[in-house]
C-alpha cells in the first residue's frame, strides 16, 4: 500500500508511515486544492483591481482627449464665426450689447425737453393778479421806442452769389506718377568672332640648295660659300655677297694637255616644281689674271636649257629663270678652255627650285 499523506510505499500492516510518520488511519485532506482554491480566491480580487484601474484610465483618457478635441473645435468655430454665432452668446454675456435705436433716442431728447423746460422757468416772472405796475415801470414803458413798422424794416443783405464760371477757381489735376519705366534688357553679348583661318600651309615650298638631292658631285663643288683648302668666304658675283647658291671652280692641274676641263653637280627636282632660278657670274674676289673661257650649262637628259660664256671677272652677272617642267634631274656643268693662265671661277647665287602654278 502506498502512504495516504507522502504517497510512499509502506506494508499493508503499517499503522504509521516509516517516512512521513502520518497515521494511516487519518484520512489526508487534499491540501494542494485547498491552496489552489485560496490563491485563486486570493488572485481574483487583485486581478479585477488591475483590470478596474486599467478600464478608469482608459475611460479618463478618452475623455480627455474628446474634451481637448472639443475646445479645439470650438475655437477654430469662434475664430472663423465670431461669438455672434455662438448659441446663447447674448445670454452668456459673451457678445457686446448694441444700443437700442429708440432708447439712444429717447435719451438725446429729453436733454432738450429739460432745457427748455429750464429756459422757460427763467423767463418766467411771477406777478400778483391785483398787482399794478410800478411808476418806473410805467415811466419804462411810456419812454421805450415804438418798434418801427413792418414796411421800416431794412431788406436783409443778398446773399453773395457764387462767382461766375470764369472766376472760379478751377480744379487742378494732378497728373498721374508715370509708371517706373521698365529696366533695361541688357543685350545679349555678341557671338566670339570665328577664330582666324590657319594660314595655308604651301604644298610646293621653294627649295633652295640644302633642300635639294644632289645625286652627283665633283671636287670643285662648294654650297652657299666658298671652302678651299686656299681660300676660304663667302661668294661675290660684281662686288655683292650671296649667302645662298652653289660655287664650281677647276684647278688648272686637273686641265688637260690641251687646256680643257670640266665639273659637273646634279640635283633631283621633286614632283610638281616645274622652275630654276639663279643669279650667274664669275666670282669677284677669289680669281686672278685669266685667259680662255668659262662656260656655264644647264640641262638634263633629254636637252640644253641655258649656256652662258665669261672670259674675264669683269663680265656682268645674268639672272636666269629656266622653265624645267617635266624634269627629274638638273644638271649644271662648268667647262673651261684655258689659253696659258689659271681658270674662272663661277658662282650661282640664290639658287631655287620653285613651282609657277601654272
Known sequence: MTCLKCEKEISEDTKFCGYCGHNQ????????????????????????????????????????????????????????????????????????KKPREDEGADADSEPDEEEESANDEDLSVSVPENAEPTPSAKAAVSTAPEAPAATDMPAAPAMPTAPPAETAMPYVIAPAPAAPAAPAVPAAPAAPAAPAAAPAIDAYPPLTVENLYCVAHPIGYHVNKWDANSYEGNFMIDGKRYYSGIGLFLKSADLNDAGFGMVEVTYRIPEGYDTLSFVVGPDSYWNATVSGTARVLVLDDIGLFYSKDFTSMSDAPETVTLDIRGTKNIRIQLEEQVANKNTLNIVLGDLLVTRSGV
Open 25 to 96: 488511519a487519518v484520512p489526508v485532506i487534499n491540501e494542494k486544492i485547498a491552496v489552489g482554491s485560496s490563491l485563486e480566491k486570493k488572485d481574483v480580487p487583485q486581478k479585477f483591481g488591475k483590470n478596474r484601474l486599467g478600464r478608469m484610465i482608459i475611460a479618463l483618457g478618452l475623455i480627455m482627449f474628446v474634451l481637448i478635441m472639443a475646445g479645439i473645435w470650438g475655437a477654430y468655430y469662434i475664430e472663423k464665426n465670431g461669438w455672434d454665432s455662438v448659441p446663447f452668446a447674448d445670454v452668456l454675456g459673451l457678445t457686446a
